[in-house]
């Protein structure tokens, strides 16, 4: 079904999300550019009215009060802005009391996801082996604004929720064009195990985005990518 995709921030990401949405027969109801949501409120919800959903890559300071705002108008949104979490329970009450839908993930790679459970299986395999040290290596281009990266810190909840006595340090690297790499590593006196996501292309992140935003109009409520994968844990 084609749906009307309001696309909130057009920039690297908010362009391949454009491609993508058109390479899949859906109609690009507005585009809304960062100078727009700095300068005239009213004018850009107005233009984003009558989406079918909006999908939102901004920053991670205009982030909240863009999504308050399309919660507000009722747009169903998906959101890949990372570094607002302080902002989510308000942003969840929001959603509740009109009744709307909001997706909202760090990292919208069906690979990264996998990782994420892959990882959580492998720390708990090498729970109580004290001689491994765990930690985490990510890395961004050099405009990332936010670090760690939201990806690495799911990443470290993971690890952390399946071997709770264990450490996971991040360290991040910004530099380059790099789109995004996630490395989980166990390291001993002699020997190393790694685990490690490498994005070749920015396009991953806004073909998943498109599946979410395929996937949300119908629903109500705060989800995550994650969740619409696998499902709700028990």
Same mark, same amino acid.
């Given at each position: 079904?084609?749906?009307?995709?309001?696309?909130?921030?057009?920039?690297?990401?908010?362009?391949?999300?454009?491609?993508?949405?058109?390479?899949?027969?859906?109609?690009?109801?507005?585009?809304?550019?960062?100078?727009?949501?700095?300068?005239?409120?009213?004018?850009?919800?107005?233009?984003?009215?009558?989406?079918?959903?909006?999908v939102e890559f901004t920053a991670p300071g205009t982030a909240p009060g863009t999504l308050r705002n399309l919660i507000e108008i009722g747009?169903?949104?998906?959101?890949?802005?990372?570094?607002?979490?302080?902002?989510?329970?308000?942003?969840?009450?929001?959603?509740?009391?009109?009744?709307?839908?909001?997706?909202?993930?760090?990292?919208?790679?069906?690979?990264?996801?996998?990782?994420?459970?892959?990882?959580?299986?492998?720390?708990?395999?090498?729970?109580?082996?004290?001689?491994?040290?765990?930690?985490?290596?990510?890395?961004?281009?050099?405009?990332?604004?936010?670090?760690?990266?939201?990806?690495?810190?799911?990443?470290?909840?993971?690890?952390?929720?399946?071997?709770?006595?264990?450490?996971?340090?991040?360290?991040?690297?910004?530099?380059?064009?790099?789109?995004?790499?996630?490395?989980?590593?166990?390291? %001993? #006196?002699?020997?190393? /195990?790694?685990? =490690?996501?490498?994005?070749?292309? *920015?396009? $991953? &992140? %806004? #073909?998943?985005?498109? /599946?979410?935003? =395929?996937?949300?109009?119908?629903? *109500?409520? $705060? &989800?995550?990518?994650?969740?619409?994968?696998?499902?709700?844990?028990?």
């Amino acid at each position: 079904m084609s749906l009307r995709i309001a696309i909130v921030g057009y920039g690297r990401m908010g362009r391949a999300v454009e491609q993508i949405a058109r390479e899949r027969g859906h109609e690009i109801h507005s585009i809304v550019r960062g100078a727009d949501l700095r300068e005239d409120t009213a004018l850009w919800r107005n233009r984003v009215r009558g989406a079918d959903v909006a999908v939102e890559f901004t920053a991670p300071g205009t982030a909240p009060g863009t999504l308050r705002n399309l919660i507000e108008i009722g747009v169903p949104t998906v959101t890949g802005t990372t570094g607002w979490g302080a902002h989510l329970a308000e942003l969840t009450r929001l959603v509740d009391s009109r009744g709307g839908a909001l997706l909202h993930s760090p990292n919208f790679s069906v690979g990264v996801q996998l990782l994420i459970k892959t990882a959580e299986e492998l720390a708990r395999r090498f729970r109580g082996r004290t001689e491994f040290d765990a930690f985490i290596v990510e890395e961004h281009h050099r405009a990332k604004v936010d670090a760690p990266s939201g990806t690495a810190l799911r990443l470290q909840q993971g690890v952390q929720d399946a071997d709770p006595e264990r450490g996971c340090p991040i360290t991040s690297i910004r530099a380059g064009a790099i789109p995004g790499t996630h490395a989980l590593r166990y390291d %001993a #006196a002699f020997e190393t /195990v790694r685990l =490690e996501h490498v994005a070749r292309s *920015r396009t $991953v &992140f %806004a #073909a998943g985005a498109l /599946v979410a935003a =395929e996937w949300l109009p119908a629903r *109500r409520g $705060v &989800f995550t990518f994650e969740e619409m994968l696998f499902g709700r844990p028990s």
